[in-house]
């Protein structure tokens, strides 16, 4: 009876252990399977370090400047070379240019700069750009009269590194506003040079835009800015109070632009008198997969944006941030109100924008604590890595001085790193120029941009700051470098804590299963010669 008892749990066991061991090798596939799938990449808990803040403009006592809105751009040819444009709002309206040849750690005023065109009286928010044989792009607004009004738009290059400058061309006319430059150096032999603006139907009141339609539009050059294509609108006809546009180039050819919908605010959009709206705007982005000939239906990132606060010039409105990276990704970065104090916020879109994750809070401090961050800049390294900066006055009780600090991702936008503060000193954002018109009462204005360069190993930041002020509206302009190990932040298919047990669990598993096999093997063979020679044997 024993004998037989033997015989029947072996074989139960046995058919059990067989049918096991058949599917090791298809356990050992899955394995392999899982491994191989493109699983959502952790984040880098490697803190980068901040090197120290400089100035990035020139320290000159015997005037007061009010220098802000910076923008950033690097040679392709040589990483090196690294260009900064801003704009002066006094002791006049101005631009200017700095110049860095280490990388991006100290700059230098470019001289000279680039001459005014006839009729011109002043150079205002320039933009900056480098074609793939490293010529720089410099485009600017003319101004003319007591009233500063835009004469037209006009751009000129350099091959000597800032040394020397074309004659300044003129690409757009009067009444054209908030223009952007994005050169894609993919296309053709000298790059596409596509431009991006507002332009105005009438001529435009003091401190606002005339009535609509004002629409959005794009037209793009292939010989340098000689000759461009005729111009489109972008802006979706329906909505009619289109502002703030930014540009962004997938590394594909890709044109994303992205802009404000201001649904019936028509206080800010025309710089009236009133207390901030208290509607909602709407996020837009409007993609071209042809290089910019034609540019689809606008899409919502979206629409419930907050007004923060009134807008304090229509013509140098803040755009939102728009960065594209490599992998089908782009991501909107703005500020709004929705919380009670102004919170930025972050949303990205996997499939080149045509859906969008619901905002993401960047700010790491209290919600709804009364403090602001806003201005964000966002940037996507070559590897991958999401860089994004802001304006944050955490730091200050009475919720006046301003910081900036960073933030960043290496697993796509799904989740951020802790904020990191890059400024050593604050400033007084009650510093800077004044204007006469209703939405800007009492208020400075402290520029409408930030900038942010990501590469590789690092990125670099520069803002608006004011810690060497002696008087109001003193700004200068700072940068630093936040510099990481090479290899930390690279992002890509890596897999998760929770896929690592089960892989290994299964393995284990299969290992036992199949010398348990042979262990039984052994057994049934050596009793089956004394009991059952067909029995277990049979079974196998």
């Not at 936008?413 to 604050?426: A, H, I, P």
């Not at 939405?439 to 400075?444: G, I, L, T, Y």
């Not at 520069?462 to 090479?486: E, G, K």
């Amino acid at each position: 009876m024993c004998q037989s008892t033997y015989r029947d749990n072996s074989s139960m066991y046995l058919r059990s252990l067989k049918r096991f061991s058949v599917s090791l090798p298809a356990a050992l596939l899955c394995i392999v399977l899982l491994a191989a799938l493109p699983l959502r990449p952790a984040m880098s808990r490697e803190r980068p370090e901040v090197k120290p803040d400089l100035p990035a403009t020139s320290n000159d006592f015997r005037f007061v400047r009010t220098q802000n809105s910076p923008l950033l751009a690097a040679d392709p040819t040589d990483s090196r070379f690294v260009v900064l444009a801003h704009r002066l709002d006094a002791p006049d309206f101005s631009c200017a240019l700095q110049i860095s040849g280490d990388g991006g750690r100290t700059f230098v005023e470019a001289t000279p700069m680039p001459e005014l065109p006839k009729n011109a009286e002043k150079c205002y928010a320039p933009e900056v750009a480098f074609d793939q044989e490293g010529r720089l792009y410099y485009l600017f607004i003319g101004l003319r009269g007591a009233g500063n009004s835009p004469m037209g738009v006009f751009l000129t290059t350099s091959s000597d590194r800032a040394k020397t400058f074309t004659k300044p061309v003129r690409v757009l006319g009067a009444g054209n506003y908030q223009v952007r430059m994005a050169m894609d150096p993919t296309a053709g032999d000298r790059g596409r040079l596509h431009l991006v603006w507002l332009h105005t139907t009438e001529d435009a009141p003091t401190g606002g835009l005339p009535l609509p339609p004002n629409p959005i539009m794009t037209k793009h050059s292939d010989d340098g800015g000689q000759t461009f294509s005729e111009p489109l609108q972008i802006s979706d006809p329906q909505r009619r109070l289109s502002v703030a546009p930014s540009v962004a180039l997938a590394p594909d050819g890709t044109v994303h632009v992205v802009y404000y919908d201001f649904v019936d605010d028509m206080r800010d959009y025309q710089g009236l008198e009133g207390p901030t709206w208290p509607g909602k705007w709407a996020l837009i982005v409007t993609s071209s997969t042809d290089a910019g000939e034609n540019f689809s239906r606008g899409v919502v990132v979206d629409d419930g944006v907050v007004p923060p606060e009134r807008v304090l010039l229509i013509f140098t409105m803040p755009p939102p941030a728009l960065a594209a990276g490599s992998d089908g990704s782009l991501y909107v970065a703005w500020h709004d109100g929705r919380n009670e104090d102004w919170d930025v916020f972050l949303s990205g879109s996997s499939d080149g924008g045509r859906s969008w994750n619901n905002p993401m809070r960047l700010n790491d401090d209290d919600a709804g604590n009364g403090v602001h961050q806003y201005l964000p800049r966002v940037a996507v390294a070559p590897g991958g890595r999401v860089d994004v900066i802001f304006y944050d006055r955490r730091d200050d009780p009475d919720n006046v001085d301003n910081d900036v600090y960073y933030t960043f991702s290496t697993n796509g936008g799904e989740s951020f790193s802790e904020n990191l503060r890059l400024t050593t000193e604050s400033s007084d954002s009650r510093s800077g120029q004044h204007y006469l018109v209703p939405s800007a009462q009492d208020r400075a204005d402290f520029g409408s941009r930030i900038a942010l360069l990501a590469r590789e190993d690092r990125a670099i930041a520069a803002w608006t700051d004011t810690r060497n002020a002696l008087l109001a509206p003193y700004q200068d302009i700072f940068s630093t470098q936040i510099v990481f190990d090479r290899d930390a932040t690279a992002t890509g298919s890596s897999t998760t804590p929770i896929i690592l047990p089960i892989m290994v669990g299964v393995l284990l598993l299969a290992l036992l299963g199949f010398v348990g096999i042979r262990s039984m093997r052994r057994r049934s063979s050596s009793g089956a010669s004394e009991h059952d020679p067909a029995g277990v044997t049979e079974e196998l």
